[in-house]
């Protein structure tokens, strides 16, 4: 295989690394990978042909492919789903990867082009292509699974937090591979610094790594102390609600132990004294009952809570939920999300005079819990880039921990307001089989 040939593989193989994150990560909109692939490839052995074609210098041409990199890019922005600054994300991350195995391919060429039968070139096409197979490996058993995971319980903030590490590192490997370790400067410059060069771009991969593992670990571990927090205030909530159910069952013996007592002092009244008795009688026993909103405990225990709360403060709570005991939805999902959203509309409603009211309503659709939280609130919406901003301190970690904990397929969580009414949509998928 001659220079030219080798050339070829070597963008071949280059076009490929930049597409693999995309294509292993994301969906394509029509479902026509193949056409998508093909069409990269003829727009990049096209920019190749030119540099050929025209004699275009090294440093112009690193322009021109920059250029080109934006084009692709925007190729595989229209055919491809998922969330924008996913897909830079994920293509800056591919593009890092190219540079580092160019800048591999320098230092194997150099090291074994000596020792070896084999071309400058040739060295270069094996080199590149373990690369990419590592690549390919590395993208598909590790990067899909956690950038899958980041992105969807990090912030949109964050999103451009976690996408600014590739980015700088590119830049950074760019310049090196154009100048320290440029074919060029491998003649000049002495072997120490090509292997300081190549300890730098291996501690790139290994920041990379260290930093979106961390990042997922500290979001997992703040998800768990969330998720905590709550189920020890649900336990505190049943252990309270037990007691209550232990008073009542003593107060109900009492009553018990009482009645004949009761009969017997009515067996030597009067008419009109046993009536005074009877009715005296009647308002000491007229406490009030427990609703039942649903055949949950858990879920029922909630909503028992908060329909106190709403009784206290004059909020009209109306709860229809077909929620059984054996819901395929773990009782804490199903606490988290409920319980947030019945905190957040009666923060909405107290800061009104008149007009309170939550209506909460839940069924049951075959493979599905469907939800539907509407509540009163003052009108003031407050949004930056179609993202609602909270007003409290905290920042607000209601609505924040809900789309944490709907974290499956099919799970979704969407709001939509007037000028009096809020609603929360939430569809939780079946979770018997996870």
């Known amino acids: 295989m001659n220079d ?30 193949e056409n998508i692939a093909a069409v990269s490839v003829y727009l990049w052995v096209i920019m190749v042909s030119l540099q050929s074609l025209f004699n275009i210098s090294e440093p112009v041409f690193l322009v021109v492919q920059g250029i080109f990199s934006c084009f692709f890019f ?60 590592g690549f390919f490996i590395f993208v598909r058993y590790w990067l899909k699974g956690k950038t899958g995971q980041l992105f969807i319980q990090l912030s949109k903030r964050s999103h451009l937090l976690l996408a600014a590490y590739p980015a700088i590192s590119l830049a950074i490997s760019l310049f090196g591979t154009s100048t320290i370790f440029s074919r060029e400067s491998l003649a000049k410059r002495g072997f120490e610094d090509v292997v300081f060069y190549l300890a730098f771009c291996t501690m790139i991969l290994v920041l990379y790594v260290m930093i979106l593992d961390g990042t997922l670990e500290a979001v997992s571990r703040k998800k768990t102390e969330e998720e905590l927090f709550f ?50 009688l009647n308002k000491e026993l007229d406490t009030p009952k427990e609703q039942n909103y649903c055949e949950n405990p858990a879920v029922n225990q909630v909503l028992q809570e908060y329909g106190t709360r709403c009784q206290e403060n004059q909020i009209e ?67 930056s880039g179609g993202r609602l901003l909270s007003s409290k301190q905290d920042g607000g970690l209601g609505f924040l921990s809900i789309r944490r904990i709907l974290n499956r397929p099919g799970d979704d969580f969407d709001v939509c307001f007037n000028d009096t009414t809020f609603t929360a949509m939430v569809n939780i998928m079946d979770r018997s089989g996870i």
């Open 4 to 33: 030219a040939a080798c050339n070829v593989v070597l963008n071949l193989i280059n076009v490929a690394v930049r597409m693999m994150p995309i294509f292993v990560c994301l969906e394509p909109k029509r479902k026509n990978r």
């Open 74 to 133: 925007l190729l595989l922005l229209i055919f491809f789903n998922g969330e924008l600054i996913k897909k830079v994300f994920l293509y800056l991350s591919a593009w890092l990867f190219a540079v580092l195995s160019m800048s591999l391919n320098e230092f194997a060429a150099s090291v074994l082009g000596k020792s070896i039968f084999l071309s400058y070139g040739q060295i270069c096409v094996i080199v590149s292509f373990l690369s990419a197979c």
């Open 231 to 280: 189920a020890r205030q649900l336990i505190g909530k049943q252990r309270e609600h037990y007691n209550q159910m232990l008073e009542h069952a003593d107060e109900l013996r009492i009553i018990r132990h009482d009645f004949r007592h009761h009969i017997h002092a009515l067996l030597h009244m009067d008419k009109d004294q046993q009536r005074k008795y009877l009715l005296d």
């Open 317 to 383: 709570f109306v709860a229809s939920l077909d929620i059984s005991a054996h819901i395929p939805i773990d009782d804490l999902t199903l606490c988290i999300v409920i319980g947030n959203l019945m905190e957040n509309s009666m923060e909405a409603c107290l800061k009104l005079k008149k007009g309170r009211f939550i209506h909460l309503q839940a069924r049951w659709m075959q493979d599905h819990l469907m939800m539907l939280a509407e509540n009163s609130y003052n009108g003031q919406i407050n949004e």
